[in-house]
């Protein structure tokens, strides 16, 4: 049940990032409209299982002292990994989307990618190489006294 929340809320969160990056939006501006978009779901559905559990947790029966600590360890399960589907997914998506906009620049990419905003346009004709910066990566540094 834990691992089902918590997945689903990084997927819808994650989700609504990917179909902002894809109207044009920057990656650090769809992170943060997601996150304003999605944190009252989240949030809403996080605090009701949290109620749903409070009794078991409280072991109001008899004999549930196995499901007293199963119900405390699931809501305390559930509050951590809510704050880390709120605070850390979204930062380790920016750094891989760093990371990975860092890898396409270094190794030549998709010039036209909207991933890769300001790395270079394509000519007619280049094959699909980026044309502007290219030449000065590719050669060589002069040495002095040559």
Same mark, same amino acid.
């Given at each position: ?12 969160? =994650?989700?609504?990032? +990917?179909?902002?990056?894809? $109207? ?16 009252? &779901? @989240? ?9 749903? =559990?409070? &009794? ?5 029966? +008899?004999? %549930?002292? @196995?499901?007293? +600590? ?6 305390? #399960?559930?509050? %951590? %990994?809510?704050? =880390? ?8 998506? %920016?750094?891989?989307?760093?990371? $990975?906009?860092?890898? /396409?620049?270094?190794?030549? #990419? ?14 007619? #004709? ?16 002069? /040495?002095?006294?040559?």
């Amino acid at each position: 049940m834990l691992i089902g929340i918590v997945v689903t809320n990084a997927i819808v969160l =994650l989700d609504l990032v +990917e179909q902002l990056r894809h $109207k044009g939006m920057t990656t650090d501006r769809a992170l943060i409209q997601a996150g304003r978009t999605r944190v009252r &779901p @989240i949030l809403m559905t996080a605090v009701a299982t949290i109620i749903a =559990l409070a &009794p078991l947790a409280l072991g109001f029966n +008899e004999g %549930s002292i @196995i499901a007293a +600590e199963l119900g405390t360890v699931v809501i305390g #399960g559930l509050i %951590s %990994s809510t704050l =880390l589907t709120l605070i850390v997914v979204p930062v380790i998506y %920016s750094l891989v989307d760093v990371a $990975k906009v860092g890898v /396409r620049r270094r190794f030549g #990419g998709h010039p036209g990618s909207p991933h890769t905003a300001g790395y270079g346009a394509a000519r007619p #004709g280049a094959r699909g190489r980026a044309v502007r910066g290219t030449a000065a990566r590719c050669r060589p540094a002069r /040495r002095a006294g040559r």
